[in-house]
């Protein structure tokens, strides 16, 4: 068995909100090898990006870690400092933004920005072995060098989302956070940028987290998956368990939503809850109870604890491992 | 005839009321904003120094019915020629012929006010007549009524924002029904599209009131006032043309003081306007 | 270039408005009552003189003709005679206007520099007592009445603590001095400009601040700042690379828009510290009735308002790489 490069234990993480804290990540627990790569599914709204910023230490100043702990690498973020964990954003966990939002500085050139991260973290780097490094970075994403002076505005969606990636590859990280990266790029560039992320993340051997809603993508990329609703993990496994026998009644439906070739239309009733209702759940019992095909009177009653289907394959739902 | 007013963004009375009641809704809408504008502790400061120089306008025909000598333009104090301290007598002294300086600061008041007030209802009438005539007419009389504007000068800056925000209005659903229900354009302008710039207009006139006080402060101070009559700004001029302002701090302060509160005072009131304005800006408790 | 195809087509556009700000002073000139002669010539001078002066402006022409003659009196540069200087206006505002670039250029940047800098900080800090004392502070600062500030400037700093000078831009003593230097001449304006520059800077970086501050807190909630954040730059660098930049790029604007009232200020300022410079030159001919050096002020002012603005808008295609002409 490989060594667990980021172990995240029972994390809750929740927002102070006028009536008290509400949370939006529940007592969540996964891991992610050295060179492995897990993929959070789930619809928006339901923790995914909370917890990304939250492995980050970049939550929103509203948002507090209410429990749980974060190792990786054997240390224990969740008591870092502040300057160590300015020192370990980037160097060591990167992440790779949705190039639709403005992740890029608009005001400076692709180039520098790509270069203040590696000398805001290896300072005695000659400029030298910055320029070459940068593009060698550009040459890596198959962007021509000749395009680093340029601005951000001055490439498509989805060269910036390549130059983002660069970017994030800047310092050798050993964890890259990918949040939706490929959201807003129409399929042939998703395609594209997707295969550039699984061919780096093997090959520089970079453990990965990927956040989508889109199960698709992350069937595609990952090699574990977790599946999340209303802030909490429901399922986790590898892709091949997830996708062949879902587990939760949830991972069904978004299983069963994905386009197939065949000429039964995919079932979507019920996959998503109703808007201002993917929150996490504050009532008694199951969150999905309501739109469950199976819900029995157990799972009105009570929030269902872990199943182990398989030793790397586990769903929290009642139901699960009876009379399927 | 069915009235499109079913289709206006106004949130209240969504049914359809006829032409009587729609003097109603104007002041319904009037009473809505005012309720959201007192809510505005800014607004309110504002509101009040804006209440206390109208007193002191007012109060501005008192002193010379007092004594003649306190006349603010003519009245001398007999036995003073040269200016002096605050006294009972002068509570805020005499400038440099014996002349009441509080009762000249009353009377730079009112002088304001009348600025003010004359300069807001030009900008108002013609600015938003102007602008909404422009804007609802489109293009071949756009030219002609800015050709005019820039002739005649002084409200280009109201007319243009009101002819930009008629422009945006006149596409709306509510107007384009009102148009096919068969209202004349004079009635499309003043009863629908009057009624949703005018608090715009009126953000722009506490600009323009401010500006015209200042611009006219600022000429009576570089000495092309009306000599017929007291104004803060001419106040300044005699406190420095008399070289005062090294030995007379009593007479320099008062008329600079009241230039800058009635300035900022207009301002504030016009930054509350943003919240009657801009529905998102308000702070509002949230409804169950 | 495409930049400086930009600048030419903007030096058209000046030229153009400058054409109609020429015409419309013409028109005004020859609409006002009264006797546009008795307006252009020196009511001192020589019947001789005055004629041959009526001649030069072709003011016994019809109006048409004059039109053209002061077209090309206006572009040659030939303005007519100051009634109180009895010298060319030309040559006095060109002495002038040095002096008014000086100060005017001088006062802009320093406020906007200050405006940006405090603003960047009342942002950074927003809703703590630094924030709200600086809102304020702005705010009182910017609905100054600027002549009054001035006075009150030269009563304290002029008068009861004596640290400036009050009038003038130079001490006659420290120039006529056979060993002055630049460094000393160079030094003296600027002891003299103190006071001014002060003046100025308070009434205008209020504005600036609270333009800043605005701006900065949209900024602040930008996707790139979280970018920054992530790259484990310290808070220092993400509020002075990232954020600011950004922020300060709407203050350039408002800058530009502006101008036009800082040189009414600047006026103001120039009388009141009897600054030689051009709005000082057209606040005095104006009271003074001298025609010419007013109309030639009011032209020379048009000219520095609008390239001005040129300025600005190159300063802002350089700061904001997304703008190029």
Redesign the interface.
Known sequence: MTSALLEVDNLSIGYRTAGGISLAVDGVSFRVDRGGSLGLVGESGCGKTTIGMGLMGLLAPNATIVSGQVRFEGEDLMTASDARMRQIRWRRISMIFQAAMNALNPVHRVQDQIAEAIITHEPDLSGHSVAHRTRSLFDLVKIPESRLQDYPHQFSGGMRQRVIIAMALACNPSLIIADEPTTALDVIVQNQILSAIGTFQEEMNIGMIFISHDIAVVADVCTNIGVMHAGSLVEYGSRQEVLDCPGHPYTRMLVGSLLTLSDQPADLSGVACAMGDNGPATVEGCPINSICPDATAVCRRERAGWVELSTTHRVRCSQAGEGR | MGHPSSLSPTPKNTHSISAGKQRHHWVERFLDGWAVYRKNTIGRIGMALLGIFALMALASFVPQMVDPMYHPMTGVDPEISHSTGPSMRHWLGTDFIGRDIFSQLLAGARIAFMVGISSALISILFGTTIGMVAGYAGKGTDIWVIVLMIALFRWPGVARVIRSQTLSLKHRPFIEAARVAGASHGRIIFRHILPNVMPLALLYMTFRVTSAI?IE??LA????GDPGSVSW?MM?QW??KTGH??QA?YW?LP??IC???I??AF?MAGRAMDDVLDPRLRKEEIKP | MALRRFVLRRLVEIAVIFFVIMTVLFILFRLAPGDPVSRMVDPSMTPEDARLLMESMGLDQPLWTQYIYYLKNVVTGNMGVSFHYGEPVIGILMDRLPNTILLFTTSIILSALLGVFLGKIAAWRRGERIDTLMTIGA??C????????A??M??FFG?RVGWFPITGMISPEVWIHPDAGFMAKALDVLYHMVLPLMTLVLIHFGSYLLVMRSSMLDTLKDDYIITARAKGLDEKTIRDHHAAPNAALPVVTSVGLSLAFSI?GGA?TE??FTWPGIGREL?FS??HSDYPLAQAAFLLIAIVVLVANLVVDVLYAYLDPRIRY
Request: proline share 7%.
């Open positions: 200042i402060a600022a101070f570089l000495g092309f700004g300044l406190v420095w302002m090294f701090p320099l008329p600079g230039i800058s509160l300035t900022m301002y | 705010l009182f910017h609905t100054l009445f600027l002549p009054w500030l006075l009150i030269i009563w008068y009414n103001l009388t009141v606040v104006v009271s």
